[in-house]
């Protein structure tokens, strides 16, 4: 078994996914994006208080109807995400399909959000953070551990677990991320990439030896390695 995971905001997409999706809530009234973007500034530090900003960031969804959300998200895909995917991460996906890899996006942001940006990938698998369903309508709470930091190992994990595996399978796992907040699964992948890193996982990287990415526009430059 080979895998290749894909951290999402930052990494894959230029840009971060819950604050264009603030952005976009806000221009219909329905989110403050000042506030998203004071939590994502606590994320960045190290200190973001997770659950804190899931409790915000999942109240719309149990607040609007469901058609208007899916109206919301698919306008969001369109107008919001796709001008953010460049070509050499889309690329990057397809030389690990093409090597017979098993994709997988990993991100802390919730599945609602970001399962039709696996799609237009073409990632097969989506470990995201998953809002609570009751009845067919979100709650705005979280089922299970919120995929992130450590979670982030627990709920891959989990995956694994239910199709009967375990991570030793793995003969290699490549896991991309630009985020310190990441270093959990970063240290246990076998090919650990830094893409457009911060500064600590930057200094991380520089000091184990890890490769450095830059996914930039049409192409992907390696920085170090």
């Given at each position: 078994m080979?895998?290749?995971?894909?951290?999402?905001?930052?990494?894959?997409?230029?840009?971060?996914?819950?604050?264009?999706?603030?952005?976009?809530?806000?221009?219909?009234?329905?989110?403050d994006?000042?506030?998203?973007?004071a939590f994502?500034?606590?994320?960045?530090?190290?200190t973001?208080?997770?659950?804190?900003?899931?409790?915000?960031?999942?109240?719309?969804?149990?607040?609007?109807?469901?058609?208007r959300?899916?109206?919301?998200?698919?306008?969001?895909?369109?107008?919001?995400?796709?001008?953010?995917?460049?070509?050499?991460?889309?690329?990057?996906?397809?030389?690990?399909?093409?090597?017979?890899?098993e994709?997988?996006?990993?991100?802390?942001t919730?599945?609602?959000i970001?399962?039709?940006?696996?799609?237009?990938?073409?990632?097969?698998?989506?470990?995201?953070?998953?809002p609570?369903?009751?009845?067919g309508?979100?709650?705005?709470r979280?089922?299970?551990?919120?995929?992130?930091?450590?979670?982030?190992?627990?709920?891959?994990?989990?995956?694994?677990?239910?199709?009967?595996?375990?991570?030793?399978?793995?003969?290699?796992?490549?896991?991309?991320?630009?985020?310190?907040?990441?270093?959990?699964?970063?240290s246990?992948?076998?090919?650990?990439?830094?893409?457009?890193?911060?500064?600590?996982?930057?200094?991380h990287?520089?000091?184990?030896?890890?490769?450095?990415?830059?996914?930039?526009g049409?192409?992907?430059?390696?920085?170090?390695?």
């Amino acid at each position: 078994m080979r895998l290749a995971l894909f951290d999402l905001d930052n990494t894959l997409l230029d840009g971060d996914s819950d604050i264009e999706w603030s952005e976009l809530l806000a221009r219909h009234g329905a989110m403050d994006a000042a506030r998203t973007r004071a939590f994502h500034v606590e994320y960045h530090r190290g200190t973001l208080d997770i659950d804190a900003f899931l409790r915000f960031q999942l109240e719309p969804l149990a607040r609007e109807p469901m058609q208007r959300l899916l109206e919301w998200r698919r306008e969001f895909l369109g107008h919001y995400i796709r001008p953010r995917i460049s070509q050499a991460a889309r690329d990057l996906v397809r030389e690990h399909e093409s090597a017979g890899h098993e994709t997988v996006m990993i991100t802390a942001t919730n599945r609602f959000i970001v399962e039709p940006i696996a799609e237009e990938f073409g990632i097969r698998h989506l470990i995201a953070t998953e809002p609570e369903i009751v009845g067919g309508c979100f709650t705005g709470r979280v089922a299970g551990v919120p995929c992130f930091r450590e979670g982030k190992v627990t709920r891959f994990d989990e995956w694994l677990h239910a199709r009967g595996r375990v991570f030793a399978d793995a003969r290699e796992v490549w896991f991309y991320s630009d985020s310190h907040n990441d270093l959990p699964l970063l240290s246990q992948a076998t090919h650990p990439v830094c893409v457009g890193p911060d500064p600590k996982l930057a200094a991380h990287a520089v000091k184990h030896g890890w490769p450095i990415l830059e996914l930039n526009g049409d192409r992907a430059l390696l920085e170090s390695g």
